[in-house]
């Protein structure tokens, strides 16, 4: 069965600090890899996928097959990151399978 | 703005009484999904809409219905309500356009309350 993986469930790290959520995933075909983002008092959007290979607000996420995962990465991070992460793989047909998300925590 | 409309933002019912939640689109999207999301858990797919097509999970219980009458239209009816369908429900659109996969957007959730 199809799994997305997010082992912590908090992460608090101090502005300008490193920022890695870990996301691990099992799926049979080739996957397609998200992340979704919710800040606070707002929606799940969109932040970025791996076919994109782009950075988004400073975050990149690299798809490593070997693993099976898609860590999302940030090198300096600021107090609006901040948010719920959720790590999602497409199961086809449009559909999605989530993470049960990391929040972060930005310290000024 | 074009965006996923969710009524009412926060729902209680009572134990056994059937319940609708409403979500709405002006995206003109094709496909419309229906989340479930209980507290600190993974929102699950429950069942989506490609077009007028309904597509339901395997493991969506029965008690869990859906309608869509068009296109901008989606409706969840919960027949009978227990404690363990107290959660957010969330409901998004695609344009389901293709073989690529198409971003989806998200609306605010309907928190739904059972008594």
């Known amino acids: 069965a199809q799994r997305v993986t997010q082992p912590e469930k908090l992460l608090s790290v101090f502005k300008g600090a490193p920022v890695e959520l870990k996301c691990n995933y099992s799926?049979?075909?080739?996957?397609?890899l998200f992340w979704y983002v919710q800040y606070s008092r707002q929606r799940l959007q969109l932040l970025l996928r791996h076919i994109s290979r782009e950075s988004i607000k400073g975050f990149t996420a690299d798809l490593n097959k070997g693993e099976t995962s898609f860590h999302l990465k940030k090198p300096f991070a600021q107090e609006e990151d901040s948010a719920m992460y959720y790590c999602?793989?497409?199961?086809?047909?449009?559909?999605?399978?989530f993470g049960t998300g990391t929040r972060l925590l930005v310290s000024p | 703005d074009a965006m996923v409309i969710q009524n009412p933002r926060y729902q209680v019912t009572q134990f056994g009484k059937p319940v609708t939640l409403s979500c709405s689109q002006t995206l003109n999207h094709n496909v419309m999904y229906w989340y479930q999301q209980k507290s600190s858990q993974a929102p699950k797919l429950l069942f989506h809409y490609y077009d007028k097509d309904f597509n339901n999970e395997a493991d969506t219980p029965d008690n869990f219905q859906s309608r869509r009458p068009n296109t901008s239209f989606c409706f969840l009816d919960i027949r009978s309500p227990g404690l363990g369908d107290a959660a957010m429900y969330l409901c998004?659109?695609?344009?389901?356009?293709?073989?690529?996969?198409?971003?989806?957007?998200f609306g605010p959730g309907t928190r739904l309350t059972v008594l």
């Open positions: 998004a659109t695609s344009r389901g356009l293709g073989d690529s996969y198409n971003e989806q957007f």
């Open positions: 999602a793989v497409n199961t086809g047909f449009q559909k999605l399978v």
């Open positions: 799926y049979s075909g080739s996957p397609e």
